[in-house]
């Protein structure tokens, strides 16, 4: 049993030190800057939320009105953070993985400027008028090629990394790495060649644009997160996934299904009727790759229980797993022709979204965040009381947005929709409470994420704690943790001494 | 792990690995092959997805390009107070429908069937109904007294005015209804636009009951306006023709 030891060997943590090293800027600036979008887009989320039942707060400042407050929430959280988080741990993962540390960090850290650069003009852009009005998409259209071009500077390394791996051995992380590294040009090119640049009828175009939301959550962000989920759960647990075979069969169940996915949010709009019912049976059918992710990763880190309530990182990823399943089921509701008859117009869809963007992919990358940050940065969290707060917050807040927007929020809007012999002004009052509890929901988690930046960037200012434990979510302290044998490192030192 | 001087090499000259890559070092070694047996919960989980993914599907609609639009997806029918947006109707049962609603006021002179009593005269098979439209609706809105002939009979009884609060619409609803039911046929509707043709000339007469001689004599024609097909699919509520499709 000598080759299934657990222990590594000095030869492997050289190499993941060197990897850890070569990559610390870039990886660190990914996150730190996404950490901060983050709060901005909370912050525009929250004015908006305000705003939508409370039209006077901030006065008449066209720069703060909710045509453009909420776009600029949305357009920061999918490009500022998600994307970012994305990319911090993709090159990370895949130089990992790959076993080959990078040698371009300086050209992926200065890509990593110029998309900041784009999302920062983009953003202002929508805040002074110049958005497209097109959602995902309402960045002036100057900004896209930009974006493309950094995205192409960035992603390349983590092709080329994963090129010349070390061994032949493909783990699953890499296929759904690779997988979104190669899918989100094409999603965003075409979308992007659709909408804003060839002369597509304004009907196609709209649906063009939902199919691009649509497969941005289920081509780009969930195949990280399914990635770094599989990636940390057998890290941390040590154990070996549950079924691997069924794994690989997930990952392209995923790749045939969640490209039809999308265009049934159009459903009765005069385009092609197969696409409309396509769409719906791939956003149904979806659940089935991501609950066979799910239970599998569920079920490997099931067995080690204490790592899974210890360890920061596996919890935020169990967490962001179950936001997943809870993302299938939702889908699975939603996106039935007969649910879509309510909530086609109603905040159904924005639930969706917070849910796929927060409750699932944002909380895989802050359990790859913890993962990763000690080891690139050689310091340990400061606090877990702040990762509590994050954690607990965060699930709060994610939770009520998807149940007061998307479950409860959603239909009844749409049903009061629906009574036309009602005026309009009563469906949007029906929605009222809803409204104001999604703004405490944000209140919440800008709470939670303003500690996480906080915490994120003491870690980045290499202020952590320099010390050979791991910052563990417990109250005691256990001799033996599930990394092995604690203790100061100079006691480590005196003791072998 | 006996003796840290050989088994953990210091990354570079400054750098000792067991203080500055702790984390790296306590990482463990990952296996990836599992192949454990899987549960039935999910086969069976996923087995119901698909099945209620592939209803949709293959539920007869995706190529059916001859509804453009899937048929049950149209909102069903407005309840008759609706303000708008119910499904439309064809012209002349939109227009009688309002009309039958008015006629409950005359039924109790006219007969619910039309056909009159002793001294009311019957709207049914009438020519001072089915004919030049402009004398029923003088009636109606102005009321009619002294004698009328009808199909040879003569009837006495007065007709107080029923001008008061009938407004275009109603009056060509009960004008349509009246020509068009007990039997009569008539070949035009009155539209919206020739009640309100009918109105302007009460007003212009002044109030009073009219007399068959004055009918006769002054408004014996039909009344103006645009046509409109009988069966011309128009809202049910505001009569407006339905231009857009459903």
């Not at chain 1, 039209?55 to 909710?66: K, R, V």
């Not at chain 1, 204490?306 to 399943?325: C, N």
């Not at chain 2, 009688?96 to 409950?104: L, N, S, T």
């Not at chain 2, 103006?224 to 505001?238: H, I, N, R, Y």
């Amino acid at each position: 049993m000598s080759e299934l030891s657990h222990d590594s060997t000095a030869e492997d943590t050289q190499l993941r030190s060197e990897i850890d090293r070569s990559l610390r800027h870039p990886v660190m600036f990914f996150f730190t800057s996404g950490a901060t979008w983050l709060a901005v887009s909370l912050i525009l989320g929250i004015v908006a939320s305000i705003k939508s039942h409370n039209p006077g707060f901030l006065g008449e400042c066209s720069l703060l009105q909710y045509g453009r407050v909420f776009p600029a929430h949305l357009n920061a959280l999918v490009y500022g953070w998600g994307a970012q988080a994305g990319f911090g741990v993709l090159i990370w993962l895949m130089a990992r993985l790959s076993r080959q540390p990078s040698r371009n960090a300086g050209t992926i850290l200065v890509a990593g400027h110029i998309w900041n650069l784009g999302v920062a003009i983009g953003v202002g852009g929508i805040l002074f008028g110049h958005g497209t009005g097109k959602q995902w998409m309402e960045f002036p259209t100057f900004v896209w090629p930009v974006l493309l071009a950094a995205y192409a500077v960035i992603a390349i390394w983590a092709v080329i990394a994963f090129r010349v791996r070390r061994g032949d051995h493909v783990y699953i992380s890499q296929w759904y790495l690779l997988g979104a590294v190669i899918w989100f040009p094409w999603i965003y090119l075409t979308a992007n060649l659709y909408v804003n640049v060839f002369d597509v009828h304004p009907l196609m175009a709209t649906a063009i644009n939902r199919w691009f939301r649509q497969a941005m959550i289920l081509l780009f962000f969930a195949p990280i997160a399914i990635a770094s989920a599989y990636y940390i759960t057998a890290k941390v647990t040590a154990r070996a996934i549950y079924n691997y075979t069924y794994s690989v069969g997930g990952f392209w169940a995923l790749a045939i299904i969640a490209p039809w996915a999308g265009m049934h949010a159009v459903m009765g709009s005069p385009i092609p009727v197969f696409l409309q019912y396509v769409g719906a049976a791939a956003t149904m059918l979806v659940a089935v790759p991501l609950i066979g992710a799910g239970v599998n990763i569920l079920k490997t880190a099931a067995q080690s229980g204490e790592a899974t309530a210890h360890s920061p990182s596996l919890r935020f990823t169990v967490a962001g797993v179950f936001g997943m399943l809870l993302l299938a089921l939702l889908g699975l509701l939603l996106a039935h022709p007969k649910a879509i008859a309510y909530t086609q117009f109603s905040t159904a869809v924005y639930g969706y979204e917070v849910l796929a963007l927060y409750g699932f992919f944002s909380m895989c990358m802050f359990g790859a965040i913890y993962f990763i940050v000690p080891r690139v940065t050689r310091r340990e969290w400061l606090s877990r009381r702040l990762i509590r707060t994050h954690f607990w917050f965060s699930i709060y807040g994610v939770l009520l947005i998807v149940l007061f927007c998307s479950v409860l929020g959603g239909f009844q809007q749409g049903a009061a929709q629906r009574a036309y012999d009602e005026s309009w002004s009563s469906a949007v009052l029906s929605g009222f409470p809803f409204v104001v509890a999604t703004t405490l929901a944000w209140c919440a988690i800008l709470y939670a994420n303003v500690f996480f930046c906080i915490h994120l960037t003491l870690m980045w200012l290499r202020l952590g704690r320099r010390s050979s434990h791991p910052t563990l979510l417990r109250h005691d302290h256990a001799s033996v943790g599930p990394h092995g044998p604690e203790g100061d490192i100079e006691e480590i030192e005196n003791a072998k001494a | 792990m006996s003796d840290p001087v050989t088994n953990k090499p210091d990354l570079d000259d400054s750098t000792n690995v067991n203080v500055d890559a702790a984390a790296a070092e306590r990482e463990n070694h990952m296996f990836t092959e599992g192949a454990e047996p899987l549960s039935l919960w999910v086969i069976l989980g996923s087995a119901i997805v698909v099945l209620i993914g592939g209803g949709v599907l293959f539920g007869g609609h995706v190529f059916d390009y001859k509804n453009f639009v899937k048929k049950g997806y149209v909102r069903e029918k407005a309840p008759d107070d609706g303000a708008g947006g119910a499904k439309p109707k064809p012209a002349i049962a939109a227009y009688k429908a309002i009309g039958k609603k008015v006629y409950d006021s005359c039924s109790t002179c006219h007969q619910p069937a039309g056909e009159g009593n002793m001294s009311f005269p019957p709207l049914a098979d009438s020519e001072w109904v089915t004919g030049p439209s402009m004398r029923p609706a003088m009636i109606i809105l102005n009321g009619m007294h002294k004698p009328v002939t009808v199909n040879g009979k003569q009837y006495d009884g007065v007709m107080p005015t029923m001008g008061d609060g009938m407004d275009a619409k109603k009056l060509a609803g009960i004008l349509n209804f009246i020509r068009n039911s007990f039997g009569n046929k008539a070949d035009k509707l009155i539209t919206v636009e020739m009640a309100e043709d009918a109105i302007a000339a009460a007003k212009e007469r002044g109030s009073g009951p009219v007399s068959a001689d004055e009918l006769n004599e002054k408004y014996n024609r039909d009344l103006k306006g645009a046509e409109l097909p009988m069966d011309t699919p128009v809202d049910p509520k505001t009569l407006e023709p339905a231009t857009a499709a459903e």
